[in-house]
């Protein structure tokens, strides 16, 4: 029942009006990527699947819509009777994905595609917008850690369950959040927060009873009253008065305010003066993939990075806009007949019919070249030389050789049955660095990247200029 | 579970460290209100009430907890045996609330004080960003409803719902988000999307359908293929076909793209000439308060605005930022210790002891003058003057007299008992109107907002300031 009024509104509209066995094509799709980015991460597929899984209308639900007074009997019956019987398609979770692509496709009686339109992208929304910010911020630590601390400001209980997972497939190392450990086996990581500094009745009293408390894993928040003049100073303490005879060497420390580049060349000399050049520097407060990135231009010290709010939430851009469109009508005989929203706003204007979605990668390099979409029953034969050309600008083409065609959806649902293969956590995690590896690095800039292709089959270019040619009359 | 890993770290630590009966006082407060506006509005309480009386650990929790094999076993016991004992006092939701008060407190040994952060943080900072992000829009919109349409952009799943109902509370009139109904009875409202226009031969056809299924509420998307053109003069031939003869009157119009100023005010002309003066429009499209705002500036003729994803998520700043310190320790006389924490910025340092927070209301005007925090022994007697002074700029300073004196915290938990009054909704929402009413009009501008007073009493300010003069030594 988590879905939009409007879809129970017309599936019961279809319902009175006879579209009960039409078979309708909806293709998930989005138009921009966050911050100006040059493509995102898909994620979501696996709580699409449970979703849809788990479908079903109780009679609390039935109850309701009856109270509502303007549903059909015979259409709330057939919700009690709800067997979903769709195909669905969708891109695997961890790879990379362009504006105007179908992302997801779903194929049904239109009244079920309908139904399920709401949650399908709300999930896919969700996570594929915290996927993309977290690589985002995973590419901007280069090699260091990146630590998902955002709970406590997620949006509701799913955004950071959901969030911290698909945070760990952008590649986010580990999270605070701890039910996603329980759950999903995410590393749940976290030491201590000011409070247990301000509880004891001084800081070298709190360091010394966590150092005792966790010696093997021993982190120490450094900064409740003076990062330089006391926390690093009392850390450093304890390490030698309590972990060394003991045989431990200290984790880390952890600056979570203040001037972070600063602080930390400060407390890495200090560290390392010491004898704890092992010591990592662990830097929180408000990160993102900007201030990284200029932290570590200006030197900061840091080694690892535990970011919340702008991670957990994709701030300053919390909106995944994908859509769900209509985009063809199955006939009797099996044949679709094309659909196309058309719009004021040009980038609005759908892609028509029943596709697939090709991506092409060079043989060479492995890097990938273009996405193209083509209706369903086309082959991109990659041992021949293929056109590609700009939907937009057509005369710009390009002829591309040695590279190799791949169908990048996966069949989820056949039927309304649970085709889809089960990939462990760690596997899309390790998936989606391979995958955003075959991007060139221009695509993968922060600012002003190389926008990546992604074409029309000639014969889909001519069936979408065909259909604006027919509205335009 | 759904709490930070150091929570549970710390929780344990506190525990071999003989910290179990030690009570501590935390504060929730947060230092920015978001888009720089004059105020937030207070929301969430009735889910942390939830949430702590559901609190416990179950089986499945506790052998988590034993596999990470660095708790103690009797440590594992307590939680096992977990019986929440605090004490909760908070602001009622749709009160305004302004950056350092005190929202929420928790009194109570430290082990289980601490154990609740995440979630008390979480809610409170999700639903206190959409109530406050709400209430901007629904004083944008000047009058007109403002319904939330943002559940398939929302942030997982929770996001939606209890987004939906902030933004209730902030004052919209209803969702499109159904289980919001059928759970909260907040009115469920929707039409059809572009699909229901696609599915149909043509966009008449369609229309046609839609007003004979529901005549009594038919409102018809119009921007399938041309608003102008061809959604109108459709809109307009069905209504004079299908509706009038049946004696119904059209409910309106929607337009979700293009220049909605431009169109609204040509298809009201339309509207107008074809006999329907009373066809509402309504808008839609990535609206926020600025849009509305300046679309109402220029005359659009717009009577309801569905807003989706703007609202849902808060964007573009997303996060409220809400945190929970320490700000005392009960010794065993059942005096306070005050605590502190002090950083490098300012902002982050925090108002030790245990609290109250008053709002100060002019008695003529009704308009609130001042919020003032003390600590919890003392009493503003609004029968006398009262001299409040700037905190930061202390020669700044006003005698105010003629003033009612409000406590506005109440106890929702007493020994971990459920004491909390349930407000309606509906209650709640013309609460949050109400008490939005007494703030001045320079408060609510959203452009620099005039900073609304929060002030600290002498005894408060003396103690805030020995304590930092304590640490500086």
């Given at each position: 029942m988590l879905?939009?009024f409007?879809?129970?509104t017309m599936?019961?509209?279809?319902f009175?009006?006879?579209?009960e066995?039409?078979i309708?094509?909806y293709?998930?799709?989005?138009?921009?990527?966050?911050n100006?980015?040059?493509f995102a991460?898909?994620?979501?597929v696996?709580?699409?699947?449970?979703?849809?899984?788990?479908?079903?209308?109780?009679?609390?639900d039935?109850?309701?819509?009856?109270?509502?007074k303007i549903?059909?009997?015979?259409?709330?019956?057939?919700?009690?009777?709800?067997?979903f019987?769709c195909d669905?398609?969708a891109?695997?979770e961890?790879?990379?994905?362009?504006?105007?692509?179908?992302?997801?496709t779903?194929?049904?009686p239109?009244?079920?595609a309908?139904?399920?339109e709401?949650?399908?992208?709300l999930t896919?929304?969700h996570?594929s917008?915290i996927?993309?910010?977290?690589?985002?911020i995973v590419?901007?630590?280069?090699?260091?850690a990146?630590?998902?601390?955002?709970?406590?400001?997620?949006?509701?209980a799913?955004?950071?369950i959901?969030?911290?997972?698909a945070?760990?497939?952008?590649?986010?190392?580990g999270t605070?959040?701890?039910i996603?450990d329980?759950?999903?086996?995410?590393?749940?990581l976290?030491?201590?927060?000011h409070s247990?500094?301000?509880?004891?009745?001084?800081e070298?009293d709190?360091?010394?009873?966590?150092a005792?408390e966790?010696?093997?894993s021993?982190?120490l928040?450094v900064?409740?009253?003076?990062?330089?003049?006391s926390?690093?100073?009392n850390?450093?303490?304890v390490f030698n008065e309590?972990?060394l005879?003991?045989?431990?060497r200290?984790?880390g420390i952890?600056i979570d305010?203040g001037?972070?580049?600063?602080?930390?060349?400060?407390a890495r000399?200090m560290?390392?003066?010491a004898?704890?050049?092992?010591?990592?520097i662990c830097?929180?407060?408000?990160l993102?993939?900007?201030?990284?990135r200029d932290?570590?231009m200006?030197?900061a010290?840091v080694?690892s990075?535990?970011?919340?709010e702008?991670?957990?939430?994709?701030?300053?851009?919390?909106?995944?806009g994908g859509?769900?469109?209509?985009?063809g009508?199955?006939k009797a005989d099996?044949t679709?007949?094309?659909?196309i929203?058309?719009s004021?706003?040009?980038?609005k204007?759908?892609?028509?019919?029943f596709?697939?979605?090709w991506?092409?990668?060079?043989?060479e390099?492995?890097k990938?070249?273009a996405d193209?979409?083509t209706?369903?029953?086309?082959?991109?034969?990659?041992s021949?030389p293929?056109e590609?050309f700009?939907p937009?600008?057509?005369?710009?083409?390009?002829?591309?050789?040695n590279?190799?065609?791949v169908?990048?959806?996966?069949k989820i649902?056949e039927?309304?049955r649970?085709?889809?293969?089960?990939?462990?956590l760690?596997?899309?995690k390790?998936?989606?660095?391979?995958?955003?590896?075959?991007?060139?690095d221009?695509?993968?800039?922060f600012?002003?990247?190389?926008?990546?292709?992604?074409d029309?089959?000639?014969?889909l270019?001519?069936e979408k200029?065909r259909l604006?040619?027919?509205?335009a009359?």
């Amino acid at each position: 029942m988590l879905t939009d009024f409007y879809e129970i509104t017309m599936a019961n509209g279809y319902f009175t009006n006879h579209f009960e066995n039409t078979i309708g094509y909806y293709d998930m799709f989005f138009r921009k990527v966050p911050n100006d980015g040059g493509f995102a991460i898909m994620a979501g597929v696996q709580q699409v699947v449970e979703y849809i899984e788990n479908l079903t209308f109780t009679e609390e639900d039935l109850a309701y819509l009856r109270s509502v007074k303007i549903f059909n009997e015979q259409f709330i019956e057939y919700l009690k009777n709800f067997k979903f019987v769709c195909d669905i398609w969708a891109v695997p979770e961890g790879m990379p994905i362009f504006p105007g692509e179908p992302i997801l496709t779903v194929r049904g009686p239109v009244i079920q595609a309908q139904l399920v339109e709401t949650m399908i992208l709300l999930t896919v929304n969700h996570q594929s917008l915290i996927a993309t910010k977290a690589n985002r911020i995973v590419r901007a630590a280069r090699g260091r850690a990146v630590m998902e601390f955002g709970s406590r400001r997620a949006q509701g209980a799913d955004g950071a369950i959901y969030g911290a997972r698909a945070a760990y497939i952008g590649g986010c190392c580990g999270t605070a959040c701890t039910i996603c450990d329980r759950d999903f086996g995410i590393p749940a990581l976290g030491t201590m927060a000011h409070s247990w500094v301000q509880l004891f009745d001084s800081e070298l009293d709190a360091f010394r009873a966590y150092a005792r408390e966790y010696p093997s894993s021993c982190t120490l928040l450094v900064d409740t009253y003076n990062v330089l003049k006391s926390g690093v100073p009392n850390a450093i303490k304890v390490f030698n008065e309590i972990l060394l005879p003991q045989g431990y060497r200290p984790a880390g420390i952890r600056i979570d305010s203040g001037d972070i580049t600063y602080l930390s060349k400060k407390a890495r000399k200090m560290l390392d003066e010491a004898g704890f050049p092992d010591c990592k520097i662990c830097a929180s407060n408000s990160l993102d993939e900007y201030i990284i990135r200029d932290m570590l231009m200006q030197g900061a010290c840091v080694d690892s990075f535990g970011v919340g709010e702008r991670l957990i939430t994709a701030a300053p851009e919390p909106v995944f806009g994908g859509v769900y469109k209509l985009s063809g009508i199955e006939k009797a005989d099996g044949t679709i007949l094309p659909k196309i929203k058309i719009s004021e706003n040009v980038a609005k204007i759908t892609n028509p019919g029943f596709k697939r979605l090709w991506r092409l990668y060079d043989r060479e390099t492995g890097k990938a070249i273009a996405d193209v979409l083509t209706l369903h029953d086309e082959v991109i034969d990659d041992s021949k030389p293929y056109e590609i050309f700009d939907p937009e600008y057509i005369w710009k083409r390009k002829v591309i050789t040695n590279f190799r065609a791949v169908d990048i959806r996966e069949k989820i649902f056949e039927h309304g049955r649970c085709v889809a293969r089960y990939h462990d956590l760690n596997e899309l995690k390790e998936y989606c660095a391979g995958q955003v590896g075959t991007l060139w690095d221009e695509v993968t800039r922060f600012e002003n990247p190389h926008r990546y292709y992604v074409d029309l089959s000639q014969r889909l270019w001519d069936e979408k200029n065909r259909l604006l040619e027919e509205h335009a009359e």
